[in-house]
């Protein structure tokens, strides 16, 4: 009886109040999220603990910090928020139709920028010619970013990249595979090895390479990953969080780039830059979108992977008319 006391003076704004400012870590950065003021966030905040008998945030040097409580709960407060939401709208229940058109939603999506260059424009284009009154929120892939815990949580609806083994808790679909190559300057050695047949494995793991920062602390990246597996290291000399600066590097360097062909692709009109082939055998790279279970049977989302699928083939189709020309 105590408990079913104490559940019914919650209501759902304060559920919500519960999960922005545990996420947020902030109450003005929550009011703001929540198109409210401070000091009624602060009253609510005041709510909550005397509630749940927690301080749920704490202040530390570095700002204020959710309590091991308050992250026990976010993710409890984001199921009850999502199953309000599949209750009284009825856009939101699995199999309710989903009319891109009329929709004023919103879609998060984090994704890395070793896919394509032309990716994530395209996709704001097409997804914003379909559905004219949705935005987008694009989150980067980092070191920084716990993608799991962002889509266990709903902070993100999809995320797209590449990985060897994609976490096996997470539903996935395949967007394409790419040969892997090497992308170097157009004076570099490795072109005038590459013509003589002396682009060997040797030479490749004793250049001089650049490879993106890993996506958690600790990790390989695919390459680095694969190449461990066979026993062999590179000598990485730059390390970047930045993918998309990488071209501009290599063509001021004698760096050399191991990743897919159709990245590579987009660049050798615009730079001083060749692809030559990769010596070390190496698996095609697999891209893929990946989402959790909890908005597996979301129409919005379904309709939102699709449009990934078509714009993400479309660049592959496209990336291999330009390679054999």
């Given at each position: ?10 209501d759902?704004?304060?559920?919500k ?9 902030s ?30 945030l ?5 700002g204020?910090v ?7 709960m ?19 229940r ?9 929709a ?21 284009a097409h ?9 987008l929120?694009?989150?980067g892939l ?11 949580a ?20 395949k ?6 190559v ?13 013509q003589?047949g ?6 490749y ?5 650049v490879?993106p ?7 390989r ?16 000399a ?17 760096l ?14 615009a ?22 279970d ?16 078509v ?15």
């Amino acid at each position: 009886m105590a408990e079913r006391a104490a559940s019914s003076r919650i209501d759902l704004q304060l559920v919500k109040v519960l999960h922005t400012v545990i996420s947020e870590r902030s109450v003005s950065k929550a009011a703001m999220k929540l198109r409210s003021t401070q000091p009624a966030v602060s009253a609510q905040l005041k709510r909550l603990r005397e509630l749940t008998g927690d301080a749920l945030l704490v202040r530390t040097g570095a700002g204020l910090v959710p309590t091991e409580r308050a992250l026990q709960m976010l993710d409890d407060a984001r199921c009850l928020l999502d199953a309000a939401d599949r209750l009284f709208n009825p856009r939101q229940r699995a199999g309710a139709e989903f009319d891109p058109a009329q929709a004023r939603i919103g879609f998060r999506v984090a994704a890395s920028d070793y896919l394509d260059p032309f990716f994530l424009p395209e996709l704001v284009a097409h997804v914003k010619r379909l559905a004219p009154q949705a935005t987008l929120d694009l989150h980067g892939l980092s070191e920084e970013f716990d993608y799991r815990r962002s889509l266990a949580a709903g902070d993100v609806d999809l995320v797209i990249g590449n990985w060897l083994q994609p976490p096996a808790e997470l539903h996935l679909g395949k967007l394409f595979s790419d040969e892997i190559v090497c992308l170097v300057a157009q004076d570099h050695p490795a072109l005038r090895a590459a013509q003589r047949g002396a682009w060997t494995v040797e030479r490749y793991l004793g250049s001089e390479h650049v490879a993106p920062a890993p996506l958690h602390l600790g990790a390989r990246g695919v390459i680095d990953e694969h190449l461990a597996n066979l026993g062999l290291q590179r000598r990485v000399a730059v390390r970047s969080a930045h993918f998309s600066l990488i071209p501009l590097m290599v063509a001021r360097s004698l760096l050399v780039l191991t990743t897919g062909r159709q990245f590579c692709q987009r660049y050798l009109d615009a730079l001083p830059l060749r692809v030559v082939p990769c010596p070390v055998a190496f698996p095609p790279l697999a891209y893929y979108q990946l989402w959790h279970d909890r908005s597996h049977g979301a129409a919005a989302m379904r309709w939102l992977r699709e449009q990934v699928r078509v714009v993400a083939q479309g660049l592959a189709a496209a990336g291999g008319r330009l390679a054999m020309q």
